[in-house]
């Protein structure tokens, strides 16, 4: 989901984290008692709890004006967020972590998605039906892939070969984007890649002959690990506790309407929509995340522990530190 | 006058309107026959895709057959979307490349005018010259925001340089005689500014403006991919995203053809005004 990697997101947060403290934080006004928001979101089925929200007019019913901001992923997003260009920001969770675990002061309001437990699992792992691996001990001397080195994916990615009888300190993962890591297996190019929802749908229902899953991902190293998340900046929540708890419930509300309606075709035609994805490869998915109604810091706290032990930290923030009260489970 | 240029710091040849360029066809058969075998190059290889995506020599979700794709652009456009977003790429590179330029040509004349100005100025220009401005977008959401005044700034600092160094590359390379000739019979500094060195300094500006185009052309389009959520860089990461490869090839044809369009446009206006300096 985010398109940036996290050596680079610390940088820029960190960056950001002081600049921001010399600029103006932008206008939330309220008018008529309608209070206007700007939220960015990346277009992405994680995403959908908050299209529901704006669809279903959950926002609204809290007197929330979202003005929605498509961000190509959740790096630039989070650095909008920090300079107070957003009120709220939507990223992978490891951006989060990997901010707060710098001192950044961000705050996870709700949470977005949820990996499932296989079968239901929207994280896999894909390979060519004649290749070797089959488990991490297949992969000595092969070439795994992911979207972005130092994210979740990557983690569990990490965390199966190691599972699964191989060493993953001494395999070459590179990166390669979810539309392209099809083609990359076809042409030899890597051997396993870590794929996500509706790319691995997509790949393998394209390629029946030729790819397969092996494995879930996200969903098996971690069942019900938290994905995505929606941020805010303990300032801006400092000033305007209402207008969080607002979001969050309208968003809460969101998250119920879609696991109510999951793969309906009004849940589908909502999300192909927003993200711009044609409805028929929506309805083929084989899976969907779950839109949780909040998070346990047992959850985050294992994502964090999953980064520290693969480099991705020096030190594991506490969870409390960094979600907030609306994102926890109720 | 001056002839040479330079932009980049990469010596160029300058791009000069010359008949061959602007297909000005002169006596008509040899150009002509060129622009020929030239588009026909374009086809054969438009034709290799085709064949390449029907025949299934390359079977990829990601290669559709190029009629598709161009079917898919005359939809998209005539639905509007994509023109939508050419159109919002077009003003902030537009935007970007007269505010650079700009820039570039006040700030280049200023420093072939004073030693001093460009002993003091130039260490920092070779400084961030180098730099890739497309990563300097991640910082600059902090101070701009996502929006248009990020990407107009990204696209400006992207047209600066080359207009620069060209505008002080012919500004300082003025034949000495002719200001000296200037100054001798009493023309005031500003005349000469006028008649003297920004003639000698057009060439090289125009020079320095063409290459600027090609570059503002592809930061804006490479600032949109990164962030904000128009113009056609964030269409085609959307397209790429949804799995809609026609929709992406068509953006991408549009600018090619957009591209190809801005040069060509930009050499005829470039023939019309220094149509003494052809050769």
Redesign the interface.
Known sequence: MSR?NRR?MSG?LT??AA??LT?KAPAVWSQANITKIRA?VV??LDAGAFIAAQAQGYFAAERLEVEV????GG??AM??L??N?FQFAMSTITTIIAGAAEGVDLRIVAPTSIANAPPNDYTSILVRKDGSVRSGADTVGKIGASHLLQNLLWICLRMWVDQTGGDSAKNAIIEVR???Q??AL?QGRVDYVASIE??MS??VQ?NPDKLEIISGLCGSMMPGTVVAAFAATQSYIDRNREIVQAFTRAHRNGAEWCEGNKGNPAHVELIAKF????PE?LRALLAWPSYPRGVDTANLDRIAEGMKRYGMLTSVPKAESYLYETGRVH | MPQGSVASGAPLRRARPSREATGSAGNGTLPGRRRVSGYLLVVLLLLAWELSARLGIVRSENWPPVTQALAVAATSLAGGDLLLALVGTLYRMLAGLVLGSAIGVLVGLALASSRWLRLTVEPLVELLRPLPVPALVPPLILFLGLDDGMKITVVAMTAFFPVFINTLEGATSVEPTYRLVARTLGVPPLRRMRAVLLPATLPFIFAGIRVAIGLAFIVTVVAEMIAGDAGIGYYLVSMQYAGRAAEMYAALFLLAICGFALNAGFLRIEQRILHWNRR
Do not use: E, H, K, Y
């Open positions: 940036m680079q820029l960056a950001a600049g921001a600029l960015g277009p992405v901001t498509p961000t190509p790096g630039p650095a909008a920090v300079a260009q979810f539309p392209q099809a083609d076809l509706p790319f997509a790949q394209a993200t711009q994805l044609p490869r």
